[in-house]
């Protein structure tokens, strides 16, 4: 064997996670990660308080709060779900893989030993990863676990926010809490939202499903068991990714059949959002001005995300499964006491049970924890009147963040402290653009956040900063080092 062959031999060979969590520790030390502690430990009327709260333990937050470590800023993370099923990979989401191109590094933060391809070599090899297609969903959760544990990343899990108050005279926000041991209150100097694509409301869901018995529907987002629909006659409003999936898994659980009902005309072919894809939009989208903002996300909204090549033909690899265009529901009725009669400009269909695919919408009416700051938030509405034609509902009820993802007042003075919780979520995306949920630049999102939180931190405690300047008395020099030189009319 020459030595190049031998070489790449040892390469394709799996080194064991083990020695890949030595080679991360090594690479953390070397930078210093975490840095030191530097905030200073806050009480209040006796409670002590929190330097971050991060409200959701997936990739985002995990991704929020190692970033925050990076600059020597403590978080402490809470998510509702039990420990392993934090975000919807192992619970509401039904596609067999990822749709990000497998190459993409999502929130390893620029450490090499710490991307999934790392993870996925480190057990299975080089060879096995050239032929992996995209990242299988449940080990993609697999993945985010052991992210979780190697950085340190401290989660509360089976936690969840009921209540966020921000207390402007002591420049904190109160967090009620439902936990294991019962209510709970917290205090943190400021509040990290990284809670998903449905950060800030819920499902969209048609008023058309009103008409039926809640037994009888789903959203696409709902946690169910599929096994219910084998025999049944399932229909599926929209034709996104979620929709295939959805499709697909009723189809997969033995449902009698499944009919796509597709409001357009055919199905969009490109990712339009793939290819605004680039590090100058990624950097640069906070500074655009508001209509070029508008434009681009305007844009990729109008121009719709395509499902997936794989989950597309994993539906239609089933006989029973039909694909129906320029097929919008006009009306339902409930038909008999298990199912009901749709209506669409192409005919009638009869259904057992319907799922809608419909996507999700910012409704601070369905999510009781914001109450306190619902009212109060400006948004884009409050912003930015778009051309007549470019209005988009999602886009004007998107929150108008500042610099560092932080809410904003509506009416000055009308929520102090507000400002003290930040947005890292998807409806984040028309202020700073998809860098706080998705895959691609969650990496830098996490550190823009992390960054601001440092340079916010460092303004509100200067003076006890300066403080701790002038008190620092560390020599670097004894006096010793040197002998003063005479005169040069004294030297011989």
């Known amino acids: 064997m020459t030595t190049d062959s031998a070489s790449s031999a040892l390469s394709s060979s799996p080194e064991g996670l083990a020695a890949l969590e030595r080679r991360l520790a090594r690479d953390l030390e070397c930078l210093g990660w975490p840095a030191r502690a530097w905030m200073p430990v806050r009480t209040h009327a006796g409670e002590p308080v929190l330097d971050v709260a991060i409200i959701g333990g997936g990739q985002a937050g995990l991704a929020a709060a190692a970033a925050l470590a990076q600059q020597g800023i403590r978080a402490v993370v809470f998510d509702r779900a039990p420990a392993g099923s934090e975000g919807p990979w192992a619970t509401t989401a039904r596609m067999e893989t990822l749709r990000s191109p497998k190459e993409l590094t999502g929130p390893a933060l620029g450490l090499p030993a710490l991307t999934f391809r790392a993870w996925f070599e480190a057990q299975f090899g080089a060879d096995a990863w050239a032929r992996l297609d995209k990242i299988p969903r449940l080990q993609w959760m697999d ?3 052991w992210y979780r544990r190697v950085m340190n990343v401290d989660v509360r899990n089976d936690t969840a926010v009921t209540a966020m108050l921000p207390l402007p005279d002591a420049a904190l926000v109160r967090l009620g809490l439902r936990t294991p041991a019962g209510a709970q209150q917290v205090l943190a100097r400021r509040v990290v939202l990284a809670t998903g694509r449905d950060g800030l409301g819920g499902p969209a869901v048609p008023a058309f499903v009103d008409a039926l018995p ?7 987002s709902d946690a169910m068991d599929y096994t219910r629909l084998a025999g049944l006659r399932v229909g599926v409003i929209g034709a996104g990714s ?9 189809l997969e659980c033995g449902a009698h059949s499944v009919e796509l009902l597709i409001r357009r005309p055919d199905l969009p072919r490109v990712n339009k959002g793939k290819g605004a894809g680039v590090p100058g939009l990624t950097q640069g989208h906070y500074d655009l001005p508001d209509a070029l903002k508008w434009r ?5 909204n109008v121009a719709n995300v395509p499902p997936p090549h794989g989950s597309t033909l994993r539906v239609s690899r089933f006989a029973n499964a039909f694909f129906n265009f320029g097929c919008p529901v006009l009306s339902i009725e409930p038909e008999g006491t298990s199912s009901m009669r749709v209506a669409t400009p192409r005919g009638e269909f009869v259904f057992d049970f319907l799922i809608v695919s419909t996507g999700f919408k910012v409704d601070w009416n369905s ?4 109450d306190a700051i619902a009212a109060h938030v400006r948004t884009w509405k409050d912003r930015f009147a778009p051309a007549p034609g ?3 509902q999602e886009l004007a009820d998107s929150p ?3 610099p560092v993802f932080e809410f904003q007042q509506r009416a000055p003075g009308e929520c102090p402290g507000l400002e003290r919780i930040h947005c890292f979520c998807y409806p984040a995306a028309l202020s700073h653009g998809t860098v706080s949920g998705d895959i691609p630049a969650i990496s830098e999102g996490a550190r823009r956040l992390a960054s601001g939180m440092a340079s916010l931190f460092y303004r509100e405690d200067f003076e006890h900063h300066f403080a701790n300047l002038e008190a620092y008395s560390e020599p670097e020099l004894f006096g010793d080092e040197w002998t003063p030189a005479p005169p040069p009319s004294e030297r011989s």
């Open 400 to 402: 108008d963040l500042g």
């Open 214 to 220: 809640r037994a009888q529907w789903a959203h696409s």
């Open 143 to 145: 993945y985010l676990a």
């Open 390 to 392: 470019d209005e988009d």
């Open 296 to 300: 681009i996300r305007h844009y990729i």
């Open 242 to 250: 979620s929709a295939m999936d959805s499709a697909a898994t009723a």
């Open 367 to 370: 999510r009781p924890e914001f």
